[in-house]
């Protein structure tokens, strides 16, 4: 039995790809489960990895249950195959693809251990996980967690909106009779759709935090409704290259590296996707995540987002009888015309998007060098000598990340405060240490909006005069979603350690950026060298406690 949420909603309507005349009642059908071919492929997936790899989200008592259960076949042909597919050197992106493809297929397919030889038209790979199914009796490891499976889905079953198809409707025309989501509970597997004749599957992993899925479970929902809107009107999307052209120079790595949703029509279809997402869950009231994932929006590039939202809202109000989106499609792009042209486009692109590290490391793997600098200006040499091992360590761990996300590293060059030169300056920085450490950040303290300040302790204070639409959330770890938006003047817990990470536009080369890594003490920048990564936020505050990000624009 599966485990499932049957949404039933009666609705007249116009059913895609239905043989039902307009008007006909027809049944929506929602399932939500843990599906069994994914946690097979995931159960195979800890066996050739041991369970340690960064794909792998199962708590560590259910990964020890993977490997004590399934410690027989721990050189299954299957196994073998996953590491010979994806080795684990493998870069992250290219990973990242595979499990998705094979997750997306999966999920599609009737449970393999019940395909026997004479019905298995598979290739060697699924072939194998349909024999390490019948041989290890995954169904019964399966079956005795399925408790585990039900406890996880349950919260996100009780948020998804039951009346959703209705908006489908409303906006498009017609609607799908089937939605379905179907989950890893141990896998990490990047969200995405698949499509039936009348049905949709959001394939994903599953998450702590409903309301953030819940976003993207409509997402994916809405893909297979965005898509042939804007191919069916793609001469229209013609006159608006610029802003997707401005996305590419901005974010040369990402958009070099995904093209299904930073090229031509794709850019179009993730952002108008992404904003109906966030119409809905405006609609719905899960208002809690809408305006920080905004803004992670905007961060990777989508910075129409909240104008095409708002076009969204004025079609709702508007809307005539029996007209779609579609009809509103001529009128939406004309507007966004008059938002920016191809000799302001880059000014309304920095007026939108805020200043990341996600940015910054963007910049510095297409520009393939970026510069530590460390400071010499402690009166306590210890101090000095304590703050250059911490840059040489920050630079052992950008050489990993670049070269786990990407396969290779950009030349990292490590420098003193005092051997910079003028050209030096004009380059990518990220700058390890405090104002009394490190010349450079004294330097910029009056540009920097996270700001060092003295009484009697060294202390920090948000300077939201200096940058443009601050917005600041409090965390309870950072990775998940915030608990609340903060106030630009709420004080700024002084526990200890305490530091930030931070970046600005460079003040001697406006097209770069600087980075600034620096806590109240010595101990308290290195603790946050873990921290610089490429997170879409334009600083982040940690404390041993206190976890604080947000975002701003510089143009």
């Known amino acids: 039995m599966q485990v499932m949420k049957i949404i039933s909603l009666i609705v007249t309507s116009l059913i895609f790809l239905s043989t039902l005349p307009p008007g006909e009642a027809q049944e929506h059908q929602m399932t939500v489960e843990v599906n069994p071919n994914l946690e097979l492929f995931a159960v195979v997936y800890i066996l050739a990895f041991n369970g340690s790899d960064e794909f792998v989200i199962a708590p560590q008592s259910y990964i020890d249950d993977v490997l004590t259960y399934f410690a027989p076949y721990k050189e299954h042909p299957a196994v073998e195959l996953i590491r010979e ?7 992250y992106y290219l990973k990242d693809h595979f499990i998705a493809d094979f997750a997306g297929n999966l999920a599609t397919m009737p449970y393999l251990g019940n395909f026997s030889e004479d019905n298995l038209p598979l290739s060697e790979f699924y072939r194998q996980l349909s024999d390490f199914a019948k041989e290890s ?109 401005e996305v590419q120079k901005e974010f040369p790595t990402v958009t070099s590296r995904d093209p299904l949703h930073y090229a031509s029509n794709y850019y179009w279809h993730e952002l108008f996707t992404e904003s109906f997402a966030l119409y809905l869950t405006t609609h719905y009231n899960l208002t809690k995540i809408v305006k920080y994932q905004k803004f992670s929006d905007l961060a990777i590039g989508y910075y129409l987002v909240d104008d095409v939202v708002k076009e969204f809202k004025v079609f709702e109000k508007t809307k005539r009888p029996n007209e779609t989106l579609s009809d509103y499609l001529p009128t939406l792009i004309e507007h966004l015309q008059e938002l920016a042209t191809p000799n302001n486009v880059t000014l309304y692109f920095r007026q939108k998007v805020p200043v990341t590290v996600f940015w910054f490391l963007d910049k510095v793997y297409a520009k393939g060098r970026i510069i530590l600098v460390y400071g010499t200006q402690n009166p306590d040499e210890e101090g000095n000598r304590y703050d250059k091992e911490t840059t040489f360590q920050l630079r052992d761990n950008l050489n990993k990340m670049f070269s786990r996300a990407y396969g290779v590293s950009p030349t990292i060059i490590v420098k003193s405060d005092k051997e910079l030169t003028d050209e030096d300056l004009k380059e990518n920085l990220i700058l390890v240490g405090g104002p009394v450490a490190n010349n450079l950040t004294k330097s910029l303290r009056n540009k920097m909006p996270i700001k060092f300040v ?84 334009s600083y982040i505050i940690k404390g041993d406690n206190y976890v604080e990000a947000g975002f701003y624009t510089q143009h």
Request: glycine share 4%; hydrophobic share 35%.
């Open 85 to 91: 597919i994806m080795p684990k050197d493998q870069p």
């Open 137 to 245: 009796n995954f169904i019964q490891f399966y079956n005795s967690h399925r408790e585990t499976y039900e406890k996880t889905v349950k919260p996100l079953m009780d948020v998804i909106p039951e009346d959703f198809p209705q908006k489908f409707i409303e906006f498009f025309g017609y609607s799908y009779s089937e939605y379905r989501v179907e989950l890893s509970y141990s896998l990490w597997i990047h969200a995405h759709v698949k499509c039936g004749l009348d049905s949709i599957t959001c394939v994903m992993s599953v998450s702590s935090d409903p309301s953030g899925r819940v976003r993207t479970i409509l997402h994916e929902f809405t893909h297979p409704y965005i898509n042939p809107l804007i191919n069916s009107h793609s001469t229209l999307f013609r006159n608006l290259t610029y802003f997707v052209e």
């Open 454 to 537: 003295l009484n009697r302790t060294w202390r920090l204070k948000r300077d939201s005069s200096l940058v443009n639409k601050f917005s600041a959330f409090l965390f309870t770890s950072f990775g998940k979603l915030p608990i609340e938006e903060l106030s630009t003047d709420a004080p700024i817990p002084q526990e200890y350690p305490l530091g930030v990470v931070e970046v600005i536009r460079n003040p001697w080369n406006e097209k770069n950026l600087v980075l600034i890594v620096a806590g109240v003490d010595r101990y308290s920048t290195r603790r946050l060298t873990s921290n610089v990564q490429a997170s879409l936020i």
